[in-house]
T-cell receptor, first 113, second 113 residues
Framework: GESVGLHLPTLSVQEGDNSIINCAYSNSASDYFIWYKQESGKGPQFIID?????DKRQGQRVTVLLNKTVKHLSLQIAATQPGDSAVYFCAENGYNQGGKLIFGQGTELSVKP | DGGITQSPKYLFRKEGQNVTLSCEQNLNHDAMYWYRQDPGQGLRLIYY???????QKGDIAEGYSVSREKKESFPLTVTSAQKNPTAFYLC????????????FGEGSRLTVL
């Protein structure tokens, strides 16, 4: 069945460096993708989204890249800060599934001071 | 302020007891969702409701029940039939015509002793 998965379960970066979190998806019919940030013991928070008719979208310090050819999604965080430490999930809109989101496993980002 | 509220934040129950988790939103959202999250895992959909008085099973509905009598409320009951109920439960909502972005509550952590 369809799935959304992450290449790396954990990522450790130095404060100030850029972070790249990757995600693979298998449902080529999905047309909307979201990145969420989840801090320990809290609910996920929306970071950025992208539609399938785009290949790049930028926010404040974050950029999402979408490569539909290889069904790959990435989240880039510029100048990573300690407050960025969290688990990051990608999710895809389950097209033909009532709009339900399908979540990946998550990547834990740890920022070293 | 508008938002989605889950209660209680922490809950302990003995094995064999039913427990109900509350989820209330004042965002005027039509759709509401319940997810389960286990340590180091992604979110798995339990139940969802796209309109009052209607709801559908998600991927792991066995051992759970819900109701949607009011637009603002979507309580989840974890029944004694759920074999492994200890988990972090997340409620989310989304507006009409949404393409995927969900707004999450802060979660309820259930521990069955």
């Amino acid at each position: 069945g369809e799935s959304v998965g992450l290449h790396l379960p954990t990522l450790s970066v130095q404060e100030g460096d850029n972070s790249i979190i990757n995600c693979a998806y298998s449902n080529s019919a999905s047309d909307y993708f979201i990145w969420y940030k989840q801090e320990s013991g809290k609910g996920p928070q929306f970071i950025i989204d992208i539609r399938s008719n785009m290949d790049k979208r930028q926010g404040q310090r974050v950029t999402v890249l979408l490569n539909k050819t290889v069904k790959h999604l990435s989240l880039q965080i510029a100048a990573t800060q300690p407050g960025d430490s969290a688990v990051y999930f990608c999710a895809e809109n389950g097209y033909n599934q009532g709009g339900k989101l399908i979540f990946g496993q998550g990547t834990e980002l740890s920022v070293k001071p | 302020d508008g938002g989605i509220t889950q209660s209680p934040k922490y809950l302990f129950r003995k094995e064999g007891q039913n427990v109900t988790l509350s989820c209330e939103q004042n965002l005027n959202h039509d759709a509401m969702y319940w997810y389960r999250q286990d340590p180091g895992q992604g979110l798995r959909l339990i139940y969802y409701s796209q309109i009052v008085n209607d709801f559908q099973k998600g991927d792991i509905a066995e051992g759970y029940s819900v109701s949607r009598e009011k637009k603002e409320s979507f309580p989840l009951t974890v029944t004694s039939a759920q074999k492994n109920p200890t988990a972090f439960y997340l409620c989310a909502s989304a507006g009409q015509g949404h393409t995927g972005e969900l707004f999450f509550g802060e979660g309820s952590r259930l521990t069955v002793l």
